[in-house]
């Protein structure tokens, strides 16, 4: 994308943008709740509406002048609903300016201060929007402080919804790190949630949606399931949906699906009026139109064979890389993945996350350090290193450049390893410029170079 305006008017910014296109051009980004989006999207963010106020929903607006806005939020409504495939009793709300807002509009909607949600546990995954407490004042080593199989929340409330709710969150289990659906359904009859939240963040393995709606059902909660990071693969029939299983679906909009950054709102259409009243004017002011008016290209770009065919490979690519770590003696976090990500127990090698991640963006791939089940680490220092494949698929990349990356990560990881142990700013003095990690770099490039990214 050419910026003829900003270059002039202000090179500071402009080289800035011209940085980080760079970046993004000649490393494998693999963080999983990243993407890149089309230039057409792009577009649609920076046009005009941009400029314009909407608050309120189509033809029931407070200010004038939303003839245009209001077509092209129908038709961004009538998009997403083709792209989902969502039920005749369905409704959407692409309103929600990012995924945590989505989250809190629905808790808004359909909750009390006070009542108990029961989700999914940071540390395994979960996400902050979903409620988090620590269980003591200091954040080192969670593990010993809590209970294997469910956490009832400490004194220090980290994320709003915790201050609002009694969160209680369901772990995996210490072997598999998967679910143990029955022990969910005994924590849901002990608590009775009002609420419950599958989806997370770090959580490789498809969630039984029809056990969690059960089980809702059983204890008269509501089931929210949040997708954030699966809804490109839902929208692609990739991954299991949880349309006309939970009563509500939150996705963010900009990683697997591939659009600008924001959220939508799914939901029976019998709680629709709650669920638009908790969004505006419950919680939000004017509705981000320019981010509507990019969404509604992104899910008729959601809507093509070669949509389809690019969230398979996503999940394909994923696999292959799991299993190419495994080959390596990585501890893949319950053996493999059914989506777009992989988490690695790095203790096996008796690392932790961080400073191999440093390492491998000195070497061009940029990956981030997580938690992982059974976690000793801290926030700062937790034991994993998670990676995705949303955006080296969308370059074009396939299963025998998955086998190179899987190269390159354990060349890193066994080249800085002797160092690891060192603090983080002594670890970073010692890997700087390491001509070792430059070649890999420059390797790095050059695959990057065969799969160009239109900027
Ligand atoms: C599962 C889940 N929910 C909600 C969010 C929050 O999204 P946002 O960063 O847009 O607020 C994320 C972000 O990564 C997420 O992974």
Redesign the pocket.
């Known amino acids: 994308m050419e910026f003829p305006h900003l270059q002039k008017q202000d090179p500071e910014v402009y080289e800035l943008v011209k940085q980080e296109e760079r970046k993004q051009q000649y490393k494998l980004s693999m963080i999983p709740?990243e993407n890149f989006s089309s230039p057409a999207v792009r577009e649609a963010l920076a046009s005009v509406f941009v400029h314009k106020y909407a608050e309120g929903y189509p033809r029931k607006r407070y200010y004038e002048g939303n003839q245009f806005a209001d077509n092209l939020e129908e038709l961004c409504q009538k998009r997403a609903k083709q792209a989902f495939s969502l039920p005749d009793d369905w409704h959407v709300n692409v309103q929600p300016l990012?995924?945590?807002?989505?989250?809190l509009a629905v808790y808004n909607a359909l909750l009390e201060p006070g009542d108990t949600i029961l989700s999914m546990y940071l540390p395994d995954g979960?996400?902050?929007?979903?409620g988090w407490s620590f269980p003591e004042q200091d954040e080192q080593g969670l593990e010993g402080q809590v209970e294997q199989s469910i956490y009832l929340g400490g004194k220090r409330k980290i994320s709003i919804v915790s201050k609002i709710f009694k969160v209680v969150q369901y772990k995996v289990e210490r072997d598999t790190r998967l679910f143990d659906y029955d022990k969910i359904r005994t924590f849901a009859g002990e608590y009775r949630p009002k609420m419950i939240i599958s989806?997370?963040?770090a959580y490789p393995r498809e969630i039984n949606y029809e056990a969690l709606a059960a089980i809702a059902k059983d204890v008269g909660a509501y089931y929210l399931a949040?997708?954030?990071?699966e809804a490109g693969l839902v929208a692609a029939g990739a991954n299991k949906s949880p349309i006309g299983k939970a009563d509500v679906v939150?996705?963010?909009t900009?990683?697997t699906i591939r659009g600008p950054?924001?959220?939508v709102i799914l939901c029976r259409s019998d709680i629709a009026d709650k669920i638009d009243f908790g969004v505006f004017p419950g919680l939000q002011g004017g509705p981000f139109e320019h981010t509507i008016a990019a969404l509604a290209v992104c899910f008729k770009e959601a809507c093509t064979p070669a949509f389809r065919d690019y969230a398979f490979q996503v999940v394909k690519n994923a696999q292959r890389l799991a299993q190419r770590l495994m080959e390596k003696g990585y501890d893949v976090v319950s053996g493999g993945t059914d989506k777009h990500l992989v988490l690695i127990d790095m203790r096996s090698k008796n690392l932790s996350g961080r400073n191999p991640a440093k390492a491998l963006d000195q070497a061009g791939i940029i990956m981030n350090r997580n938690s992982v089940p059974n976690e000793t680490g801290s926030p700062m220092n937790p034991s994993g290193l998670r990676m995705g494949t949303p955006t080296i698929t969308t370059r074009g990349m396939k299963e025998p450049e998955m086998d190179q990356i899987a190269e390159w990560v354990d060349r890193v990881v066994q080249l800085v390893a002797p160092y690891c142990e060192r603090k983080p700013a002594e670890f970073e003095e010692k890997i700087k410029g390491m001509p070792e990690l430059q070649s890999i770099a420059a390797e790095v490039e050059s695959l990057c170079r065969k799969y160009p990214l239109t900027m």
């Open positions: 709740s990012a995924g945590a807002n989505s989250n979960g996400h902050l929007s979903h989806g997370g963040t949040d997708i954030a990071h939150t996705f963010t900009h990683k950054r924001g959220a």
